[in-house]
Each structure stands twice: as C-alpha cells, then as structure tokens.
C-alpha cells in the first residue's frame, strides 16, 4: 500500500527515461573515481567518502530476462526474488532477519540486457554485511517453501498487471514491436510459465549469468580501495571466469503497426514507438538533446507544452531513448480521456513530423544544452544515485573520464546534428501506435 | 525485483531524519538502538523568523554545492471550505501561471535554464514548492519564489485549460485505479465530520465548478508570509541565506492572518462500517482495516512514537507479524502489512491489510489478522522485536541523511504540521525510550475498537469455501 497524501504537480512522463543519460553526471565538484583491482582481477570503481557513514554497492552481471529460455519464461525475474530467501546455512527466515538485525539491504533486479543487485549497509556493519551478500550471490538455496511464497507473490503481480492499463499497453506493445526476438517476450514472464519454474530453473539461471566477464561494480561510500579490494575478491572471485549466454540477435522494432485493446476505463492510455538509437551510435548524444526538446523531462518540451499546457488533454505526456543491447527505440506514452484520444495522437505525431522536417531552433537547442549541463551536479545527491552512476557508466562501456567529458559532449551537439538525427529518426517514418481504453464514437 | 514489503520497512516511516555528520563519525561498534538516543538530529540547523512572520529554516550540508529550496504553506486540502474541494491543489497548479513581475513560463524557464529540478505538491494539511539547482542560483529562486507569494496573475485563459488537466490528473490517478476509488470511500467513511474525508485532488463534480475567483479567494487568506516556512537545505548557512531572504521574501507583505487550523472534529460513532468496490479491473481480492489514532500532533507524550514502532513491528516487513505468521507460516496471504502516518495536524488512521493466497477465503485471512492485532494488543511483543524495530527505524534515519532534500522535507512536514524544529531533534531519544509497555497500551487503546473494513473485490467475485482437508 502506498502513502496517501501527496498529489505532485506535474508528471512529465509515465515511464521514467531510457537507460544511461538520465545520470548526466557531475564534474563541478570534481568526483575523484578511483579504478580498484583486486588481487583476483576483479575491477570496480569506487568513490571514497566518509560524510555519511554507510557505504553503497551497486553491481551487474552481463544478461537479463533476453536470457530466459522460450519455455522457462520467467526464470531470470523470478531468480531475482530468490536471492535474499536463504542462502548457506541461512534458511530465509534466518536470513532476512540477519539482514534486519544489520539494518542492511539487498536488492535485485532483473533487467533486459543485465541482472543487477545493490547493498546498502551502515559502515560499522561492513564485515557482516558483506557476509550475507557473499551469501546470496555464491550459495542461494532455493529452498521449496520460500520459492512457492515468491512465486505466488510473482504471480499476484503479473494478474494485477493483467488488469492495469499500462502494463497490458507495455505487454502487447513489446510483443508488436518484436514478434520475432526475446525482446518482444513478457520478461517476467505469464501465469503459465512462471507456474512451472522449478529451483533447478533458476539454478541453471543463475549458473548461466553470475560470471566473472561480464561484472560491473561501482562502489560509494565509508571504504577504502584496499579493503574493497578483499571484499570484491571475498564477493566474487568463486563465481566462474565466463557466462553461458545464449545469442541475442540485433533486431529493428517493426515500424507503421497499431493495435489497440478494447478495457473499460475512463482514460485512454496511448504509447508509441520508433527505432532509436543505441547507447554507442554516434549520433546517440545528439538524439538524447533532440529528444530532451521533443518529449524530455522538462516543462518547456514540445509535447508537454502541446498536449497539456496549451489544450489541457492529459496530465502527463512526454518521450525518451531506449537504448538496449541489441535493439533500440524512441519511444513515448500519455494517458488521456477516451474522446480525446484521436486528438492527442494527432498532436503528437504532429510535433514529431515538424522535428523531422524543421527540428528546433537554435534558441530551443542552447536551452536544452543549459538544462541538460546544468542538471548534471543534482544527479549526485545521494551515494546510492553516484553507484547506479559509476555501474551505468561501465555498463555503457563509457570510459572513466566520461564523467569529466560528458558536458562537453552535450555542449559540441550542433543545431545541424540535431537536425540531421531528428530527419532520420522522424522523415518518412510512422511510429507504431499501442492504444488501450474504452471504445468511444469519435468526435464530431 | 525489488521487494517493496522489505525494502522499505524503514524508509517509509513517517518521520525520516538524519543524524549529524560529527557524532556519525563516533558510531557505536554495534549499531545497537541505545547507542543512538541521546543522537540530536542536525544539530547545525538554523532558523529565523523574520518580521513579516515567515519562518526560515537553513540546514547546512556542504557535500555538493547544490541547494533544495523549498517553500512551505500551512494550508492543505483540509483546510478548503465546503464545496470547494480540490482549491488548494488547484491553486498549487495555478501558482506555475506567473506573476505580475514575471510572466508565465519565466520562472520554469530560468529553472531549466540553469538545470534545475522544480516542482510542488499538496497534501491534507501543507502546500510546498521547491527548486533543487547549483547554489549559485538560490537568491534567483528566493527571488521567484517570494514574488509568486505575492504578486500571481491568472487569467481565465489559463485558468480553464489547467482545470482540464486536473480532471485528467484525477481521472488518471483515481478513475484508472479501483484501489483508488476504495481509498476515497474508506477515508469519507473513517473521518466523520472532518475533511480528511475529502480527497486532496477534490471530488470531481466539485472541481469542475473551480475558477479564478476560487484559487484568489484560497491565495489570499492562505498565501501570505506568516503562514509559511522556507526551508534551505545545501551548500549554504544562516549568515548567507539570512539576507537573500530578507531582500526577497521579507520585503512582502503580511496580507492575511489565517488564523488557528481548527477543523470540525471527526466523530467516532457507533456500528458496523463497511466499504465494497466490486470491479472488474481488480485481479485479487484484498482487505484492509482501520482504526482513528492520534497523530504526533494530537498524540500524548511518546504514544505517536508507540504507534510507529507498533506498525512496523506489525507489518513493516518481511520479520514482521503479519508477514512472518500470514504470509510465511500459514500462507494464506500473497501479502500483508500495516501503515501508519503520523505527520497529520489532526486525528489520523491506522491499517492493516492482506491480500488472500488463491482459494483462501477473505474472511478467514480477515479474522488471523485481527487476532494478531489482539494478541499485541493483550500480551505485547517481545523485547527482541522491540529492539529489532527501534534499530532499524534509527538506521534508516542514517540511510536518510545521505539525501539532502529528504532533510528539507523533514522538517518542513514536521513544521506545517504542528511540530518544532526540537521535536524533530528529538526524535530518536524518543523513539528509544518507547517501552513495551507503551506499545501494549496503544494497542489496547486504539486498537480493539470495532475497525473500518474496506473489501477490494474482483467482479462477481464469491468467497471461496473455507480450505478443509478436502484433499
């Protein structure tokens, strides 16, 4: 149950932005990155800082929910509830209350491309904490009651998906975009197949994806780069030198399809789609400030300004890059009142015909560039945001210094890029339209 | 997957608070709940009021030269008159359509301009308005920020397209989402006779009636410099903000004197309360009961306190009661757990709620979980537990410090809803010295009245048979 109470003003965008360039990052205070190698080979980056005395890891393997075979859908999300409920001599109970009495946490989270875990303890508690993480990474136990607990809880949530609008959009959509690659199946997986799953599934996972070659880790915090160095060999040095991935193939979204489910709710909720770029195509930082213009997280984009501020159609509205491993889209969602949905459709493609054609003005593109180096220090405001930065950042395969470059980046982008990125992300080209809500005569 | 019913056992509580860097510094070995009572929260905030009445609160953190600036009003949506509901969220999105000194757009676009972050939200009992930006840019912000205090603009042009967006705002947030709709019958049901009933964004025949005239009625006797709080969290200290604030924000006129927030009370009456949405987008049926309880506010000494630790002994997490004996012992719940906010001028609520493993019967789920209520409630709970709870409501206190804006909102929740910069020092002292048998006897108090029930129910849905050994 969440907290009641708060209405927040403006919502940009349903669906928080794609991968990497949320975290613009800071170079202002001059965050000292320090490469750390363990006398086992393993790499992570750490930032030393004793102002608050806990200390944060984030880390990710190479392969997601893409890994999950055709008919153990499922098995990656379902390990990622799996971790924390026993591991060596630690049956679930004993485990989750261990992790209590540390008032340390655990997190996991299966995503597309990468299996990524956190820690967060106090620094008094680091020994231990990294006992119980050490734990769930190398010997995870699997037993039969708490896997039934977590797959029931699993499927609670894919039925009440089931029932909600945006994920029944997200579901059909994926699967109209990419009828032929492991990223148009459901990542959590159906009823059906998470039903089936068994502990040996989700050991075989696991055995296929937590390798040594395919670690990122990015550490902040109350530690220093020697006794990092034994806790990442302590954390991971047992685990095996190589994953076991299964091929992945590049794949283009389909362009020009449309498909809209009949469900009865007073809103309409709309999403589309184009090809995007990929996090290392050259043109990406152009896209991202062409997006920012279009759709991005301000108040001042072209589709929040249209579609809310000037004709009052929905509440939030807005656009972001996808970039994945072997696919990438453009994309964008909204949720309007079912008579207008024919409007706000035609509003958005609207704006995204006029950035193909005509793309911003050089005053649109010198603010964008403000607000996008601007913004940079305020992604920093926690040790837990600076770790998700330092993992993305080696996820992204952006070098150490990309921290210290990454305005430049931003500030190089030419009113020409962003013309050019924006024809050939928009000429001639037609979204893909999922559209879920109520049947309505149209207006007029 | 993150698991929301452990990982934020500590962090949704009501009250998140920070401990100062120097004592951190001197942490006990063992993060043992003791060890922190005698912690003062920021002992390095400053305040000031300044002639005009309005309070400035400066909390100093130099790790990032940036600043959270955030304008607090003692106004919520409890305070609107009748049939005015939704004003004083309508009013917060009205307040984005410019000054006198500044048109629309000015204010958002400087933000942007620079990099910042701004927004603002409303709750039953405050309004607040923040911009996170580098510190250079606060006397910009304080600037802005006190003209809108003073000087709004709003034409019917831009007071109806924003009307429009309230009503897709409402319908996105309630009409999509059944558990929503419950939620709104449960509270008119609970507050009796006070306006916690209503909900923040308005009832929706209420809304469209709004104008102009309404949002300036509401500005005016609201919007005026003794009946706010600016909080300044960052890179910055009192000598510094001090004179900013003087030169923006005491410059403005005191235009209004609201007055003391006395709201009609709400009543407890007497009978059987129920409230049941059937529909046809609910997948699992769920439950949820409710009690009145006091709010730190309203509370007697240390009971505010009891209740937090109470919820989350209860069901704040995957060591909880509910969790532990529902979920994992009998499994006749997917999920279980308790919620409590303390941060309300007024008399608030207390609940619990499940959602039934497949097959098990509502009823039957229902009944194990009052019983563990009145187990607490008659024999209390262990002093391991107790301990377990304190610790980890104080740790996540340390895990909070690491964000400097969940500081500004700390205090300025605290300062709009009754409470002064001391009690919120004072917290952790507080927290641990609550006693079992505190907890005991709010339990018993609170917690053995006749409950609210709210049933969240699937279309046509039927109870199942109570599991026997049929198999």
């Known amino acids: ?222 530690i220093d780069a020697e006794t990092l160095k034994k806790a990442l060999d302590q954390v991971f040095a047992k685990l095996p030198e190589k994953t076991q ?39 990406y930082i152009p896209a991202f400030v062409m997006n920012h213009i279009l759709g991005g997280g301000s108040f001042s984009s072209w589709l929040y300004q249209e579609v809310r501020e000037k004709r009052g159609l929905a509440y939030s509205v807005g656009s972001y890059l996808v970039p994945l491993e072997h696919t990438a889209l453009l994309m964008g969602s909204t949720s309007t009142r079912a008579d207008n949905a024919d409007e706000v459709l035609k509003v958005i493609e609207e704006q995204m015909v006029k950035m193909g054609e005509e793309g911003p003005t050089a005053e649109e593109l010198e603010k964008a560039k403000a607000y996008l180096t601007g913004s940079y220090a305020l992604n920093f405001d926690s040790s837990g945001a600076i770790a998700r930065q330092l993992l993305g950042i080696q996820n992204a395969g952006l070098g150490i210094d990309y921290i210290n470059k990454r305005n430049d980046l931003i500030d190089d982008v030419t009113l020409e890029a962003v013309r050019e990125v924006a024809r050939d992300l928009f000429a001639g080209q037609e979204p893909s339209i999922m559209v879920v809500g109520p049947q309505t005569a149209p207006k007029q | 997957m993150l698991k929301a019913s452990k990982l934020l056992k500590g962090l949704v509580l009501s009250t998140l608070l920070a401990f100062p860097t120097p004592l951190l510094a001197e942490t006990p070995q063992k993060a043992d709940s003791t060890a922190f009572a005698d912690v003062k929260i920021g002992p390095d905030i400053a305040t000031k009021t300044l002639d005009n009445g309005l309070q400035l609160v400066v909390i100093p ?119 929503a709709k419950l939620a709104e019958s449960f509270d008119q049901m609970m507050f009796v006779n006070h306006p916690y009933g209503t909900p923040i964004i308005g009832w929706e025949d209420e809304i469209k009636k709004l104008n102009r005239e309404d949002a300036f009625a509401f500005y005016d006797k609201y919007y005026t410099p003794n009946n706010a709080v600016v909080v300044v969290a960052g890179d910055v200290t ?39 949405l059937e529909d046809e987008r609910v997948a699992q049926p769920s439950l949820q ?13 240390g009971e505010a306190e009891a209740l937090d630790l109470l919820s989350y002994i209860l069901g704040g997490g995957a060591n909880s009661r509910f969790y532990q004996q529902l979920v994992v012992d009998s499994q006749k719940a997917t999920s279980a757990g308790s919620w409590y906010n303390s941060d309300t001028l007024d008399t608030t609520q207390f609940k619990i709620y499940a959602t039934p493993s497949e097959g098990v019967p509502l009823e039957e789920v229902e009944a194990d979980a009052l019983a563990i209520v009145a187990d607490v409630a008659e024999n209390g709970v262990s002093q391991a537990e107790l301990e377990r709870a304190k610790k980890s409501m104080l740790a996540a206190a340390i895990y909070a410090q690491d964000k400097q804006s969940t500081l500004a909102r700390v205090f300025g ?45 699937p279309a046509n849905y039927e109870e199942p048979e109570a599991k026997g050994d049929a198999q």
């Open chain 2, 413 to 457: 929740t605290a300062l709009t809803t009754g409470a002064t910069v001391e009690e919120v020092q004072t917290w952790p002292a507080r927290i641990a010295a609550v006693t079992n048998d505190q907890i005991k006897a709010a339990a018993q108090k609170y917690l053995t009245e006749e409950p609210l029930s709210g049933y969240l129910l």
């Open chain 2, 238 to 276: 009192m000598d510094e903000v001090l004179p900013i604030a003087q030169e923006t924000y005491g410059k403005l006129k005191r235009r209004a004197e609201p007055g003391e927030r006395i709201r009609p009370q709400v009543q407890r009456i007497p009978g059987e309360r129920v409230a049941t």
């Open chain 2, 289 to 301: 009961k409710g009690w009145l309880v006091p709010s730190t506010a309203t509370a007697a000494k």
């Open chain 2, 61 to 179: 953190d130099h790790r990032a030269p940036v600043v959270t600036h955030m304008a607090w009003y003692k106004v919520g949506s409890a305070d609107e008159a009748p049939g005015k509901s939704g004003i004083a969220h309508f009013l917060e999105h009205l307040m984005f359509k410019g000054t006198s000194n500044a048109p629309e757009g000015e204010f958002s676009d400087i933000i942007a301009e620079v990099g910042g972050q701004e927004n603002a939200f409303t709750s039953t009992d405050y309004t607040a308005y923040y911009q996170q930006v580098a510190k250079d840019h606060l006397p910009t912000m304080m600037k802005y920020e006190a003209d809108r205090m003073g000087n709004l603009v709003l034409t019917d042009e831009q007071v109806l397209p924003e009307r429009e967006v309230i009503l897709e705002e409402r319908a996105q947030r309630v009409g999509q989402n059944p558990g």
């Open chain 1, 245 to 283: 991935l299964t091929e992945v193939k590049n794949v283009l979204p389909l362009e020009g399809k449309s498909e809209r489910v009949d469900f009865d709710t007073p809103q309409t909720t709309i999403q589309f789609a184009l090809p995007g770029l990929k996090r290392d195509d050259p043109q």
């Open chain 1, 1 to 222: 149950m969440t907290k009641a109470g708060l209405l927040v003003s403006r919502s940009v965008a349903l669906v928080s932005g794609g991968l990497m360039l949320m975290l613009s990052v800071v170079s202002a205070q001059a965050i000292e990155i320090q490469r750390v190698v363990s006398d086992q080979g393993i790499e992570a980056w750490l930032v030393e800082d004793y102002s608050v005395p806990i200390v944060a890891m984030e880390y990710s393997f190479q392969g997601g929910t893409t890994q999950d075979a055709d008919d153990k859908l499922g098995a990656t999300n379902l390990l990622s509830t799996m971790l924390d409920e026993g591991a060596g001599e630690l049956d679930s109970q004993a485990f989750q209350l261990k992790l209590e009495e540390l008032t340390m946490s655990l997190g996991f989270n299966a995503g597309r491309d990468r299996f990524y875990g956190s820690m967060r303890t106090l620094q008094v508690n680091l020994p231990e904490a990294l006992e119980m993480l050490t734990l769930a990474v190398n010997e995870p136990r699997f037993d039969e009651a708490p896997l039934e607990r977590m797959r029931a809880q699993v499927i609670s949530g894919l039925k009440r998906e089931e029932k909600r609008p945006q994920s029944i959009a997200g579901r059909k959509f994926s699967a109209l975009l990419y009828p032929d690659s492991q990223y148009g199946r459901p990542s959590k997986g159906t009823v059906e197949s998470v039903e089936k799953l068994q502990a040996s599934d989700l050991k075989a996972q696991r055995d296929k994806l937590f390798a040594r070659d395919g670690l990122k880790v990015g550490v902040v915090g109350a």
